[in-house]
T-cell receptor, first 112, second 113 residues
Framework: AQSVTQLGSHVSVSEGALVLLRCNYS??????LFWYVQYPNQGLQLLLK??????LVKGINGFEAEFKKSETSFHLTKPSAHMSDAAEYFC??????????FGAGTILRVKS | DTEVTQTPKHLVMGMTNKKSLKCEQH?????MYWYKQKAKKPPELMFV???????INESVPSRFSPECPNSSLLNLHLHALQPEDSALYLC????????????FGSGTRLTVV
């Protein structure tokens, strides 16, 4: 069965530092992968997605992710963290039947 | 219009009440979803509608009853809920393609007393 695992339930970085949020997937076929962000008491917003083609995917708010089949990974990065990036981030995989399954989430804290 | 609108934003109901959550989108998406999110947990899929027909029910208790009256509207009827049903209920929509990704509403915060 396809699923995603997010490493680290909490990540803390200083403002201006690199953000790295880790996601590994398990799939017998190339998956469709997504990163979503959720601010407190709000819905989820799509940051970026990987379907086919280019393995480096650029998203909104300066985030990007690289699909690495050899490592079964889809880590999310941002070169320079901003205070407004503090939120919870979910990696997700799309299953047959248009069913989206989420990882456990990573809470990003940005220190001033 | 690129939004999914959910109403109400907050709802408090007793265990004997009947209430409904409403979700609306005007993006022409033909797939719509209900998710339940407990505190400090990821969203969990409840129902999927595709072309106004229920295609997935994730073994949700019958006290939750979904309805899709048309391609723009999705309801979730609630009856005889339990306190453990208190959660954030999220609606989403997408084109009926697995690679599309969803557009989520801001959710209804439900408290059962």
């Amino acid at each position: 069965a396809q699923s995603v695992t997010q490493l680290g339930s909490h990540v803390s970085v200083s403002e201006g530092a690199l953000v790295l949020l880790r996601c590994n997937y398990s799939s017998s076929v190339p998956p469709y992968l997504f990163w979503y962000v959720q601010y407190p008491n709000q819905g989820l917003q799509l940051l970026l997605k990987y379907t086919t083609g280019a393995t480096l995917v650029k998203g909104i708010n300066g985030f990007e992710a690289e699909f690495k089949k050899s490592e079964t990974s889809f880590h999310l990065t941002k070169p320079s963290a901003h205070m407004s990036d503090a939120a919870e981030y979910f990696c997700a995989v799309s299953l047959y039947g248009n069913k989206l399954v989420f990882g456990a989430g990573t809470i990003l804290r940005v220190k001033s | 219009d690129t939004e999914v609108t959910q109403t109400p934003k907050h709802l408090v109901m007793g265990m004997t009440n009947k209430k409904s959550l409403k979700c609306e989108q005007h993006m022409g998406h033909r797939a719509m979803y209900w998710y339940k999110q407990k505190a400090k947990k990821p969203p969990e899929l409840m129902f999927v509608y595709s072309y106004e027909k229920l295609s997935i029910n994730e073994s949700v208790p019958s006290r939750f009853s979904p309805e899709c009256p048309n391609s723009s509207l999705l309801n979730l009827h609630l009856h005889a809920l339990q306190p453990e049903d208190s959660a954030l209920y999220l609606c989403a929509s997408s084109p009926p393609l697995e690679e599309s990704g969803y557009t989520f509403g801001s959710g209804t915060r439900l408290t059962v007393v």
